[in-house]
């Protein structure tokens, strides 16, 4: 009789110890635990996370510029983000005395530029697709969301700025930082 109980907590021990813990773990054909650690390629969530990592990993430009031009344009740098003041920079030309706020105010001239075009295609989008019935504007909810997501994307983009210029780095914007229109 202990015999047979010994051998029934034999078998629930190994069967505990086969088991899948955490989402990370998983039994093979052969019943064998595979973990991360001797799984054969990533799975789709560390794929996730490197495209993320690598679309937010952007170059940085901080080496450029000296501390001494980062202190004195750091607060001008930061308000290049929010939309219509780096005009301001650009017909004053004040840019032009400091090349770290002159980065800045161009990667802020992008991010208006892209306010500017979500504002423009959202209001061309439920101009286009919105039915007025009697008092009652019927807008589709696709063109809603499209409007949604744009302003998202540049909300995140005008965050993503102020942050980094906060944090005294002087990094490109995901997807749109590549583009000069400061010469």
Known sequence: MDNLNNQNNTNEVQNEQKAPSLM??????????????????PDLADKTINAVENFMNTEDHSKEYTEEDVKKNKTKAMICYIPLVPLYFVVTSKFKSSTYLKFHAN????VTLGWIISFF???????????DSMLLDNTPGWVSFTSYILYCICFFATLYGVINTVNGSSKELPLIGKLKLLK
């Open 24 to 41: 990370r773990e998983t039994i093979d054909q052969n019943g064998n635990l595979v973990t991360a650690s001797n799984n054969k390629g």
């Open 107 to 110: 990667q802020g001239l992008v």
């Open 121 to 131: 295609v959202s209001k061309m989008l439920a101009a286009l697709f919105t039915k």
